[in-house]
């Protein structure tokens, strides 16, 4: 469903946002794209687990799990950071993780870094029997080809689609099925240029970039600016945003149209990836930091 914005922007700029969250009341957004073919990849070939990769508030880490036990799997979830064994109950993701069925594996930060290495693979088969791999983040072609899903011929109006980037995957995929009058425009929640190369594994056109001003200091990391924004957005638009992904670049792409980024007359699409289900995790973590907190009904 694609919402415009009844805001009067600078030079007839107009936003209209496309609310990949509402298509799956857990499995949202691009998350949902990511694994539609992954789980049919896995049903082919026979494989009864799905193991994946993810941090404590992981949106992916929810979602496979879920998405597991709708779809008749098993699924294991390596966990970064060994200290998270012992507070699953005080973590909203891992506990909905464990109640959907997700074996927890929980792994030092230096060997989660070992997580695409073939060595560190073959020892976690050996502990957990064969399965199915989907990458941390879930980015691989079988994602990229579900998010190039996205747009629609519908969506051929517009001139710019502006999108948050974590592991590449779905701005790939918006990338390969976007126009060619289109830019489209990423906003990683990561710190580092090491994106572009990794964008360029799946995409050969060339009408993208990287916008690098609006992470906030890295990833997970927000201020009290960016929570009264997207609590402010919320009550004026009645969209809630996310503040890992979807909150830092709708931001990006407002402040961009307030100093004139965009030509005069633009039509903005931005992509609502989900991410919803972190917002309790963060309030609990804004709580102990004596901040603000994410007024949002979701």
């Not at 009645?238 to 961009?256: A, E, H, R, S």
Request: proline share 3%; hydrophobic share 40%; charged share 25%.
């Amino acid at each position: 469903m694609n919402q415009k914005l009844q805001i009067k922007f600078p030079n007839s700029v107009s936003i209209t946002i496309k609310r990949e969250d509402l298509i799956h009341p857990v499995v949202s957004g691009n998350k949902f794209r990511k694994l539609k073919y992954n789980l049919r990849q896995a049903k082919i070939e026979n494989k009864k687990k799905l193991l994946t990769f993810g941090g404590a508030f992981s949106n992916h880490i929810a979602a496979v799990a879920f998405a597991a036990r709708e779809n008749g799997f098993e699924s294991i979830g390596i966990i970064r950071g060994e200290e998270l064994k012992d507070k699953i109950t005080q973590n909203p993701t891992l506990e909905f993780a464990r109640e959907c069925g997700m074996q927890l594996e929980f792994v030092s930060r230096e060997q989660y870094r070992s997580k695409n290495e073939v060595t560190f693979l073959e020892e976690l088969k050996l502990k957990f029997g064969d399965f199915f791999l989907i990458p941390e983040g879930g980015t691989n072609k079988l994602a990229v080809k579900g998010c190039e899903e996205i747009l629609t011929d519908q969506d051929k109006q517009f001139d710019y689609i502006c999108c948050a980037v974590g592991t590449g995957g779905t701005i790939s995929g918006i990338i390969n099925s976007s126009f060619s009058h289109q830019k489209v425009l990423g906003f990683p929640a990561l710190k580092g240029d090491f994106l572009q190369d990794e964008i360029r594994i799946f995409v050969q056109n060339k009408n993208w970039d990287l916008i690098n001003s609006y992470h906030f200091g890295g990833y997970g990391k927000v201020n009290e600016e960016l929570i009264t924004f997207i609590n402010d957005f919320y009550t004026d638009n009645q969209i809630p945003l996310d503040p890992v992904y979807t909150g830092k670049m709708v931001f990006g792409v407002i402040d961009m149209i307030q100093k004139n980024y965009f030509p005069a007359q633009s039509n903005i699409l931005l992509i609502h990836t989900g991410g919803l289900q972190g917002i309790q995790g963060m309030n609990a973590k804004l709580k102990k930091k004596q901040l603000p907190i994410l007024s949002i009904n979701v």
